[in-house]
């Protein structure tokens, strides 16, 4: 089970790929607050496990396990360190809009593989050239989007961080 703040999408992309992942789901919160909806759930649903994905989502859950970092970017990186392991592919997707990245997590999750966030243009984000040059068993993934939204630079540099 993972929670992800629904004011914003950032987090819950990431947290969908690994709910796919794993075969849980993504359960939203009202920002830094538990949704009546959310938490009915849980009672209902107690999970042995549960993660919040994203700094809001923490606070509203302090009894989940929190994974987060300094921005949307690294909060990415964490998950896919923390919840996939050894994987051998990889999903990335711009970081500043949602569409792309929502059809991706799907698709990336179930081939059991995180989704990391990028810019429009070179360079890649620190957290997610970082979990790229860490993880040795990565031997390809997926770019999703098309050039007007995530440039041929990145898509470069995405080859040369697994290489």
Do not use: C
């Amino acid at each position: 089970m993972l929670e992800a703040t629904g004011l914003d999408f950032p987090d819950a992309l990431s947290a969908g790929a690994a709910a796919a992942h794993l075969g849980g789901a993504v359960l939203l919160t009202d920002g830094d607050a538990q949704a009546p909806e959310t938490a009915s759930y849980l009672s209902a649903h107690p999970s042995p496990k549960r993660y919040t994905v994203g700094g809001e989502a923490a606070a509203a859950d302090p009894a989940a396990t929190p994974i987060f970092g300094a921005d949307r970017y690294a909060t990415a990186a964490q998950v896919a360190e923390q919840l996939f392991g050894a994987p051998s592919t990889f999903g990335a997707a711009l970081g500043t809009n949602y569409p792309d990245a929502l059809a991706g997590a799907a698709h990336i999750g179930a081939l059991g593989g995180p989704l990391l966030l990028v810019g429009a243009s070179a360079p890649l984000p620190t957290p997610t050239a970082g979990y790229l040059s860490n993880t040795a068993t990565l031997t390809g993934g997926y770019l999703y989007g098309g050039t007007a939204a995530v440039g041929d630079d990145v898509l470069g540099e995405l080859d040369a961080a697994i290489a």
